[in-house]
């Protein structure tokens, strides 16, 4: 089973910052099939990235994701107040299709 | 556009069985590389993988969970049914359904269903 590290648990910013936050796979992940995916308190998760890099439909181009094999980096460039939430990395390249623990991004 | 949504009892006993059903529109289970899974999270914790089920009854499973998971589908009623049985309260979670797309990616889920364990 691949594990998934999310860091930092936690990260403080204010609006307008820059967010980077960090994935790391225990072994490479086929064909860079790592998800992330935005949680706010009482909904489902939404699909933000997904082949690494691929933002999906409707997703504001402030996110950006990258990375290959073991390490992935979900971007937020400008911060807006709707952001501060809670972010998951998943993989899909192999099963199971594991999570991360997860990050909170909240408000500095 | 697809949808998904959760259904089940929102309170089960320790030792028992539960059937939660995922029924969905927008896209069938007999297409080509689309399937559906399941996902818990705990009350204030992450998400864990439970199981899926692709279009041709390829059923993959959290080894951690198997002895107590069991996926199926309807393709006809649009539906995906999951149980698990022998429930304890640290089963308690948000259980969520989603589709996977062609692509291999999750998305979209269901709004998901509180299911607690306590006798």
């Known amino acids: 089973e691949i594990v998934l590290t999310q860091s930092p648990g936690t990260l403080s910013l204010s609006p307008g910052e820059r967010a980077t936050l960090s994935c790391r796979a225990s072994?490479?992940?086929?064909?860079?099939?790592l998800a992330w995916y935005q949680q706010k308190p009482g909904q489902a998760p939404r699909l933000l990235i997904y082949?690494?890099?691929s933002r999906a439909t409707g997703m504001p181009d402030r996110f950006s994701g990258s990375g290959s094999g073991t390490d992935f980096t979900l971007t937020i460039s400008r911060l807006e107040p709707e952001d501060f939430a809670v972010y998951h990395c998943?993989?899909?390249?192999?099963?199971?299709?594991?999570f991360g623990q997860g990050t909170k991004l909240e408000i500095k | 556009q697809i949808t998904l949504k959760e259904s089940g009892p929102t309170l089960v006993k320790p030792t028992q069985t539960l059937t939660l059903t995922c029924t969905f529109s927008?896209?069938?289970?007999?297409?080509?590389?689309?399937?559906v899974g399941w996902i818990r999270q705990p009350p204030g914790k992450s998400l864990e993988y439970l199981a899926l089920?692709?279009?041709?009854?390829?059923?993959r499973y959290n080894p951690s969970l198997k002895s107590r998971l069991t996926i199926t589908k309807d393709t006809s009623k649009n539906q995906v049914v999951l149980t698990m049985t022998n429930m304890d309260p640290v089963d308690t979670a948000t259980y969520y359904c989603?589709?996977?797309?062609?692509?291999?990616?999750?998305?979209?889920w269901g709004q998901g269903t509180l299911v607690t364990v306590s006798s």
């Open positions: 989603a589709n996977i797309a062609a692509a291999h990616f999750w998305s979209p």
């Open positions: 927008g896209f069938s289970l007999s297409t080509a590389g689309v399937g």
């Open positions: 089920i692709y279009w041709e009854d390829d059923k």
């Open positions: 072994q490479s992940v086929n064909d860079n099939y």
């Open positions: 082949g690494a890099s």
């Open positions: 998943q993989q899909y390249g192999r099963s199971p299709h594991t």
